[in-house]
């Protein structure tokens, strides 16, 4: 009587986003793909080169010293914003009006567009004009962005820091307002310090969503272009050539298409086992539940 | 060593929590706090332990005013309803963190936490986390570490309510078999009266930040002091209906009246408040003294042993609970008897009279 009746446009339904994730990311991964092993020297006539390019990139030395910095940069700013987006969130308040005049002035960073951070660091940190650049030579600091590679670091770790400790923080404290009230009256019958109450009871309350901020981190970190780009450009000479920024100069500066897309593949690459050995080390002992 | 609030108040901004209140608790048994959400349980709890200080008053343990000392050095114990337990240690090593704060010697934490895991059937346990664990493991871990301290003071506050209904009665009964023959003070709060009347012990009833009675469970509940403390102390709720005393008569409505029983022969005339448990209210009629009621069905609920009525009788809704199956329609009118020799009587200010 009731049969069931097969009803393909059901798939009407997807297709939405199987079009979106096709347009997003199928269709310019293959595209890479297709680059990256080919040679064209133009007429859109192209070679088979095969893993040609992909040995260039592997054994080029610039490419070594992009990665090189690229991982410095990545790891100084998680070494910084993740304690202190933990220190900041565990002073914020935990209830009264505050809460909310602190959670508004945190999320206000994050709000701005990323290429307008970088010009109002450019700006702020210009040693001639800026506020910060007149104070730091002000103080008797040597202190030039445009031409010493330190004070070039300096900056663009301190515009990071300033950009994205937020997003540590205000995760940080969702996971502390998580924990019950009565954890912290337990442990202040045990007579537990307040470090011991950080390291048993906020430490692996905060875990899950530590990882997140910290894999968020990772990976936005590690893909950052628009910052550093308008802040130095890579400058001064190549001291602050990340990856990405590398990556542009190779595909738009040079047209180089195939180094470029093999070079893409090897960074995605590495960002996805990165990305898994910080998760599978995070997540590491963990309980069913 | 008993625990005694004299005259404690708290208040929090302008809204009081807990009125002035006075009570001395039992050193035998379980003292039970019972009321309402929000009545105030929890905060009287944590006066207790010296988690919160009173606002006034004093808080005197074994003879000594410890209302300034600080709850880590009162050697007070407690467990919640959320189960809390160090989430990144095993079971044993949860069990052994107080006796660790403590500085007691190795092989001496070891003795005690496997005799305190045996005896709440943690043994196998031992090197599980907590998230290994169910609901229930996790709080006879937590009632572990309560107890395994020989705290003086231990203060339960609704342990059995976030557990599943056949771990509740089964902790439950283990509950007072786990205190006995131990030398301490036990808190207990409940919002839910049977349990109430499970534990036995003493009971307090208590209404809005106000203790409104305390003395032996089977005592508060059988003899209420006043409509609150019977109005907290049943559940379902208990009926309440005004009535009128004269020439010897109880007056409920033009159709309800009976003879004055007892106690009730004695009141003078006038009005009243009567209080009646629904299980005094029986669509059969039972060998006790009955006024009879007409209803109509509102609500007919049927649990396999027991039948809950909900009816009216003009602008009054009442619930009868009796054993067996007694089927009914929702707009039947139905016929129910009072056993009035059970009725309590209130005065307008409340208290029992009768």
């Known amino acids: ?289 | 060593m008993p625990l005694e609030l004299r005259s404690v108040t708290k208040r929090v901004g302008a809204h009081a929590h807990i009125h002035d209140t006075s009570v001395r608790l039992a050193e035998e048994g379980f003292n039970i706090l019972l009321g309402t959400t929000l009545s105030g349980k929890t905060t009287l709890m944590q006066l207790m332990a010296g988690l919160e200080q009173p606002t006034s008053g004093t808080v005197w343990f074994a003879g000594r005013n410890v209302t300034r000392i600080a709850v880590q050095r009162r050697n007070v114990a407690m467990v919640y309803q959320q189960f809390i337990n160090y989430p990144n240690f095993t079971v044993f090593e949860n069990i052994a963190s107080p006796l660790r704060v403590a500085r007691v010697p190795a092989p001496e934490i070891d003795k005690r936490v496997r005799r305190m895991a045996d005896l709440l059937r943690l043994g196998p346990l031992l090197q599980r986390r907590p998230a290994e664990l169910s609901g229930g493991q996790q709080q006879r871990t937590a009632l572990a570490r309560a107890l395994v301290r020989d705290a003086d003071l231990v203060l339960l506050d609704e342990p059995l309510a976030n557990l599943d209904f056949k771990l509740r009665e089964e902790l439950r009964d283990e509950l007072p078999k786990l205190f006995a023959g131990r030398r301490c003070t036990v808190v207990f709060a409940t919002s839910e009266p049977m349990e109430a009347l499970l534990l036995g012990g003493h009971t307090a009833a208590l209404h809005q930040g106000r203790i409104t009675q305390f003395g032996p469970t089977a005592e508060v509940y059988r003899r209420p002091v006043d409509l609150l403390t019977a109005q907290v102390f049943s559940n379902p709720p208990i009926n309440t209906a005004p009535v009128t005393k004269q020439a010897g008569s109880i007056v409920l409505s033009d159709t309800v009246r009976w003879p004055a029983q007892g106690h009730q022969q004695q009141i003078p005339d006038g009005p009243y408040t009567i209080g009646i448990r629904p299980h005094h209210v029986s669509p059969v009629a039972g060998g006790h003294t009955a006024a009879r009621i007409d209803g109509n069905v509102l609500v007919a609920e049927i649990s396999g042993s027991e039948s809950t009525i909900h009816f009216s009788h003009g602008p009054l809704t009442w619930v009868s609970q009796s054993h067996g199956v007694h089927p009914s329609q929702v707009g039947d009118i139905a016929r129910f008897h009072l056993d009035v020799g059970q009725c309590l009587f209130f005065d307008a200010d409340g208290r029992r009279v009768a």
């Open chain 1, 1 to 289: 009587m009731d049969a069931k009746t097969e009803n393909q446009r059901g798939w009407l339904y997807v297709l939405p986003v199987v079009v979106l994730v096709a347009c997003n990311a199928v269709i310019p991964l293959m595209a890479v793909v297709n680059y990256s092993v080919q040679e064209t020297f133009g007429n859109n006539v192209f070679f088979f080169e095969g893993v040609k390019w992909f040995q260039q990139v592997l054994h080029s030395e610039r490419f070594h010293a992009a990665l090189l910095r690229q991982l410095a940069f990545t790891g100084i700013i998680l070494v910084i914003e993740v304690p202190l987006g933990v220190a900041i969130a565990l002073a914020m308040p935990r209830r009264g009006p505050w809460v909310s005049v602190c959670l508004v002035l945190m999320a206000l960073p994050l709000l701005i567009p990323w290429n307008v951070v970088g010009a109002m660091w450019n700006i702020f940190a210009l040693p001639d004009i800026g506020m910060l650049g007149r104070l730091l030579n002000g103080l008797g600091l040597n202190y030039n962005y445009t031409q010493q590679p330190f004070s070039a670091w300096a900056t663009l770790i301190a515009m990071d820091v300033w950009h994205w400790t937020s997003l540590v923080v205000l995760l940080a404290y969702a996971g502390l307002s998580s924990i019950p009230d009565a954890y912290y009256q337990a442990a202040k019958i045990d007579g537990a310090s307040s470090w011991a109450v950080f390291r048993y009871i906020q430490l692996p309350k905060m875990k899950r969503v530590l990882t997140i901020a910290v894999l968020l981190r990772f990976m936005d970190s590690f893909n950052i272009y628009t910052e550093p780009f308008v802040l130095t450009g890579g400058g001064p000479g190549n001291s602050t050539t990340l990856l990405s920024i590398d990556l542009v100069k190779i595909a738009l500066g040079q047209f180089d298409l195939g180094p470029a897309a093999a070079m893409s593949i090897i960074y995605f690459l590495i960002i996805l086992a990165l990305s898994w050995i910080f998760y599978t080390v995070m997540t590491r002992g963990e309980g069913q539940s």
